[in-house]
């Protein structure tokens, strides 16, 4: 076991709607970061937060958003579903330097994911 | 950019069978490369890592070198058992920042 809980575990949606997923960090880290596995795939990087800010990002359009809070938890929000974002949500969380805001200090820890079922 | 090729799957082996997993990477600079595995139900797990050329990254009887001459890191086992049966994916990091490039996954399943 990592540390990491998400939830939820299994969420069922329709086109056009919005889902919220959470995600809660090891004791200790301050990063977190979100992937993207869709069936079949390997996971693919959305976005990393890092004090409270978005740090980082990949190739998602602005539908997909974040926030972190003070606790260094995190949620990714879904806007506007598609059923292409049918798919296993991983959240990964680790530290970061401190000092530059950049750089890696160690292991990502992943969750178990949320998986999303958009019909 | 940066990307990862791993052989496809399924790879279906007899226990106490030899595994190797082909892992190609292209990316610019000296990424560090990761393996992690994904037992059925469950979130990814780190496997190895390399952080440096002709590093060996093993644990758990697994084992898998950085070449940089060849861009590659296959993973290897030499006995394998029913309990290593899940999906296992190679990954890059760049140097700066945590973003993980992963590979499409490897399906593993071991039969008793």
């Known amino acids: 076991e990592t540390g990491v809980t998400q939830s939820p575990t299994h969420l069922i949606k329709t086109r056009g709607q919005q889902v919220t997923l959470r995600c809660s960090s090891q004791?200790?880290?301050?990063?977190v970061s979100w992937y993207q596995q869709a069936l079949g795939q390997g996971p693919q990087f959305i976005f990393q937060?890092?004090?409270?800010?978005?740090?980082g990002r990949g190739n998602f359009p602005p539908r997909f958003s974040g926030l972190q809070f003070p606790n260094y938890s995190s949620e990714l929000n879904v806007n506007a579903l598609e059923l292409d974002d049918s798919a296993l949500y991983l959240c990964?969380?680790?530290?970061?330097?401190?000092?530059?805001?950049?750089?890696?200090?160690?292991?990502?820890?992943f969750g178990e994911g949320s998986r999303l079922t958009v019909l | 950019g940066n990307s990862v090729t791993q052989m496809e799957g399924p790879v279906t082996l007899s226990e106490e069978a030899f595994l190797t997993i082909n892992c190609t990477y292209t990316?610019?600079?000296?990424?560090?490369l990761f393996w992690y595995v994904q037992y059925p139900g469950e979130g990814l797990q780190l496997l190895l890592k390399?952080?440096?050329?002709?590093d060996k990254g093993s644990n758990k009887g697994f084992e898998a070198t950085y070449r940089k001459e060849t861009t590659s890191f296959h993973l290897e086992k030499g006995s394998v058992q029913v309990s290593d049966s899940a999906v296992y994916f190679c990954?890059?990091?760049?140097?700066?920042?945590?973003?993980?490039?992963f590979g499409g996954g490897t399906r593993v399943l071991v039969k008793p």
């Open positions: 990964a969380s680790s530290g970061m330097n401190r000092i530059s805001g950049t750089g890696i200090t160690g292991e990502l820890f």
């Open positions: 004791s200790g880290h301050n990063t």
């Open positions: 937060y890092y004090r409270e800010e978005e740090n």
């Open positions: 990316a610019t600079g000296y990424p560090s």
């Open positions: 390399a952080t440096k050329a002709d």
């Open positions: 990954a890059l990091r760049k140097a700066a920042g945590n973003k993980l490039t």
